[in-house]
């Protein structure tokens, strides 16, 4: 009969596992614990029966947690390990380290080894060829220093644990391997940038527009007329053109207009060999390790440093085209729960579980990371902090920001604050084991001041609900929900307009497209199959013209402004760069619609009245229009200038009536037909064609 073991899951309660289900078990004999080390004696009471296989046993006392201790009942003799003890507030209250510096402390005479494991009975030092015992500290840290300038040395980790031994790499590591397989002691000094620029400054924020790009997409098309295709130091050269002689890469996007781009996740992840990357490819958000840089996306995957420099060579190129960097972060799961370090030195403690003792698994990939909780909070905060120091990164997209708890959130938020860093992410309710109350999402947006949420709302009012694949919305169902636009358009803030989405006016992410999902023009094929293409085009930009011309932060797809396809692929997570890479070609081929999009930036850049930051503002100076049948109007009040926008989706041309007379200039439309004399007036009354975009201006004075 195999017995297995102990298992201390409460202060003074340990459950007592028996794998035969017709074990017989000793309710009638006093059981009792000894810890060998200290030759010390615990009693214990037997309690509930929970099944034919298992018991619980009560403790006057709690038991010391990583020690030899031996369950003494009858005829049995078991070993005694930690379970969801490490899940209790007891257990943050006496092994939470949160002060202590973790990882491998790098200095040219020592490296300081740390990394908490307070359920581990040994943990051992793989250094190089060099196998060394570390100290257990106060709360269950263990620590070595080891004499010597240990830079680019591999080293990982031997824990015994429960009962297994098995080795596991640095949750801190700074540097690793090719395909992660050791962590590497790094000299920060040997990794630094060819040069250094200023980080781009926003005077506020809600000025910025975000551009999404993933690191290997922009550069991998053989039109890119990039050298270093795929990689960091491709997104990093300037100058760059296509084959009509067009720019790419760093310059297209400077030239379009945007501050930042949000780079899809750019640390270590799973599924792409890093030595041979053409054979695969991810998104990346597979998650390995949080403070390392992604080896597909280094042009010598097999040098530690040369990820780390390079990455950070190319958020200086940004910044040197004034360009904002922001960083796409997974802290919501890890690749594999089993496999993960945080498992490996700590069981049961990084992740969410259920009262059955089963994983949480509101992400859907099988595991959620446990933020609420002391030392998964603190490895947040720091890998946060490690980014913005060491990387000089300007922003966070928060990947499944909803499953991560309000107070991580607002200790991140406050830690950036006075960085100007951007904050942005998905607030969606996902059933992770966390109350509703406690989650990071959009209704709980007046508790997380200064943190952005992505507007589905205004993505599915536009295109269509994004769970049923034909449903239609405002630009491609005739004029749809044109109820909800004034919602949209005043940043999903104001209650007079209807619901709000967020509580203030500078916490919407406005977007119509991002890497999940169909492409907006893709969409359009599914929902308007038989729209002539010219029209179809229109139709997207109306979308993408609402999206640049509404109150909150907007954010661009890359390669939205030209129509960007996938093929109908709905879910390119590894579908190759076939799918997923720009095509500079289209590029080329569509600049004349891109022209539209530029002018749109360029407009919302030049006037402030396009990206207020207060409801008060709003409510001042955003007025909704009475417009014929769908078309939807509205007008903005500035200090120079009034504005007066509008968007008709239908096949039909209207006359409209301008909010006031005066001298109107047609600043911006998508009808490119327009005479010139159709772009100025003096008057009130004018016309909007069919699938027209239209900004007129009025100067408010004119200077003689």
């Known amino acids: 009969m195999k ?38 004696y615990f009693s214990a009471e037997v309690g509930d029966r929970l099944s034919n296989s298992s018991v619980q046993l009560y403790l006057l006392h709690p038991l010391p947690l990583g020690e030899d201790l031996e369950l003494n009942w009858g005829t049995y003799h078991l ?29 040219p005479t020592s490296t300081m080894f740390s990394v908490w494991a307070p359920t581990a009975h040994s943990v051992k030092l793989h250094l190089g060829e060099t196998i060394m015992t570390m100290s257990r500290k106060e709360k269950g840290t263990w620590q070595l220093e080891v004499n010597g300038d240990w830079h680019g040395t591999p080293y990982e980790y031997e824990v015994e644990i429960s009962g297994h031994i098995h080795k596991t790499t640095d949750p801190y590591a700074k540097a690793l391997l090719p395909n992660s397989t050791k962590s590497v002691v790094l000299d920060p000094s040997q990794a630094k940038p060819a040069s250094r620029h200023p980080r781009p400054r926003l005077d506020k924020l809600q000025d910025a527009i975000i551009y999404e790009l993933h690191v290997r997409d922009a550069t991998s098309d053989k039109a890119s007329g990039v050298k270093h295709k795929g990689k960091f130091l491709g997104l990093a050269e300037a100058d760059t053109t296509s084959e009509k002689g067009l720019s790419t890469g760093i310059s297209y996007i400077k030239e379009l207009g945007c501050t930042h ?16 990357p053409d054979e695969s490819y991810n998104w990346g958000y597979d998650p390995l390790h949080f403070q390392v840089p992604e080896g597909s996306y280094s042009s010598s995957p097999d040098d530690p440093a040369a990820r780390i420099k390079e990455c950070k060579e190319m958020v200086q190129a940004f910044h040197q085209h004034k360009i904002g960097v922001i960083l796409d972060v997974v802290f919501n799961h890890v690749f594999d729960l089993e496999s993960s370090s945080f498992e490996k030195l700590v069981p049961g403690y990084y992740f969410r579980y259920h009262e059955d003792g089963t994983p949480s698994n509101g992400t859907g990939v099988g595991n959620d990371f446990a933020s609420e909780r002391t030392m998964a909070r603190k490895f947040i905060l720091e890998t946060i902090d490690y980014w913005m120091r060491e990387y000089e990164v300007d922003g966070f997209r928060f990947d499944l920001m909803g499953v991560i708890d309000i107070e991580t959130m607002n200790l991140i938020q406050r830690h950036c604050e006075k960085e100007s860093v951007f904050l942005l992410g998905e607030g969606w309710n996902l059933p992770t084991a966390l109350p509703d109350e406690l989650k990071s999402t959009s209704f709980n947006s007046d508790r997380m001041p200064g943190i952005r ?52 006016a500078d916490q919407t992410i406005n977007y119509v497209e991002c890497h999940d999902n169909h492409t907006l023009w893709d969409r359009l094929i599914l929902t308007n199959p038989l729209m002539d293409e010219s029209d179809r085009k229109k139709v997207h930009q ?84 009475e417009e014929p049948h769908t078309v939807f109007g509205y007008t903005l009040l500035g200090d120079g200038e009034d504005f007066a926008i509008f968007v008709n989706p239908v096949n039909q041309t209207f006359d409209i009536h301008l909010p006031s007379p005066g001298s109107w200039q047609l600043a911006v439309t998508n009808d490119h037909s327009r005479k010139q004399e159709q772009r100025e007036l003096k008057g009130e009354f004018t016309f909007i064609r069919p699938y027209e975009l239209a900004v007129w201006k009025k100067p408010l004075w004119v200077q003689i």
Request: hydrophobic residues 35%; negative net charge; proline residues 4%.
């Open 3 to 40: 017995i297995p073991a102990a298992w201390i899951d409460d202060v003074c309660t340990v459950t007592v596992t028996f794998t035969d289900e017709e074990a017989y078990i000793p309710m009638e004999e006093s059981p009792w614990v000894h810890w060998k080390e200290k030759d010390q």
């Open 79 to 107: 070993p005694v390990y930690s379970g969801r003890i490490v899940r209790t507030k007891w257990f943050e209250k006496n092994y939470a380290d949160a002060d202590r510096e973790l990882g491998a402390i790098y200095r």
């Open 261 to 276: 781009v949000q780079l899809l996740p750019v640390n270590d992840f799973a599924r792409v060999d890093e030595l041979h």
């Open 453 to 504: 949420f992505f507007n589905d709302q205004f993505r599915d009012t536009l295109k269509g609900s994004l769970f049923d694949t034909k449903d239609t919305g405002y630009v491609n169902g005739g004029g749809k929900h044109i109820e909800k636009l004034p919602n949209l358009i005043s940043a999903s803030a104001l209650e007079e307009f209807g619901a709000p989405f967020v509580s203030e």
């Open 542 to 625: 109306l979308a993408t013209g609402l999206t640049l011309l509404s109150q909150g932060v907007p954010f661009l797809h890359a390669g939205q402004e030209w129509f960007r396809s996938k093929g109908g692929d709905e879910n390119s997570y590894i579908s190759g760069d076939k799918v997923n890479q720009l095509n500079w070609r289209i590029r080329d081929k569509e600049n004349h619609y891109i022209d539209f999009v530029k002018q749109l930036i360029a407009l919302r850049k030049k006037y402030p009245v396009f990206r207020m930051s207060s409801k008060a503002e709003i409510r001042k100076r955003l007025h909704i229009l």
